[in-house]
Every structure is written in C-alpha cells, then in structure tokens.
Nanobody, 115 residues
Framework: QVRLVESGGGLVQPGGSLRLSCGVS????????VGWYRQAPGKQRELVALINVGGVTTYADSVKGRFTISRVNAENTVNLQMNSLKSEDTGVYYCYSHILRREYWGQGTLVTVSA
C-alpha cells in the first residue's frame, strides 16, 4: 500500500514562506508523476505543482514564480517551497502521486496565510 505523508504546514503571514515535504513509501521513480494539490475552503481541489518521472515540472498559473517543486530522490521525498504567500494560498495541501490510472493521496496539511 502506497503511503504519502505530508509535513510542514502552518500559519504564516502574507509575504512569508513555508516549505512542505511529502515522504513517499516507495521509490518515487515508480510513479508517472508526484506533486501537490490544494483545496481552499468552499472550493474544489486544484493542482498546485507536479514533477514527472523525467523531472519536468508543471505549475498552476497562480503559483508560477512563487512556488518551486523539487524531489530528493534518495529520500523519496517531494518538496514544495512556497514564497511570497498570499491569503488566497490558504487551504489544505495534499501530496499526490499516480501511476497509470492509479492515484494516491496523502492526508493533507493545512496552510493558513493570515496577518
């Protein structure tokens, strides 16, 4: 059973930074892609950033230039560095991975951007 465990959420002021980490229970190269989604209160879950097996990254337009996704291959970890945070970045952030038609999700970590 694949397990994804997030860490690093919390409360931060607008303009601040946070770093999220996701530990994956298997070799991350087993998956087509790994990354992050988020769900704001009252909204649908949306893509934040993905990195595929070849290292190609995809970002939501709303986070381009502010967020950076990376992976630590030896540790099977995927990180999300979030800078210049805005109140609209508030939400539960979920680690995600998929291989073929199978998807895996973490439990989520809450990020609150507020003064």
């Amino acid at each position: 059973q694949v397990r994804l465990v997030e860490s690093g959420g919390g409360l931060v002021q607008p303009g601040g930074s946070l770093r999220l980490s996701c530990g994956v229970s298997e070799n991350i190269f087993n998956f087509n892609a790994v990354g992050w989604y988020r769900q704001a209160p009252g909204k649908q879950r949306e893509l934040v950033a993905l990195i595929n097996v070849g290292g190609v990254t995809t970002y939501a337009d709303s986070v381009k230039g502010r967020f950076t996704i990376s992976r630590v291959n030896a540790e099977n970890t995927v990180n999300l560095q979030m800078n210049s945070l805005k109140s609209e970045d508030t939400g539960v952030y979920y680690c995600y991975s998929h291989i073929l038609r199978r998807e895996y999700w973490g439990q989520g970590t809450l990020v609150t951007v507020s003064a």
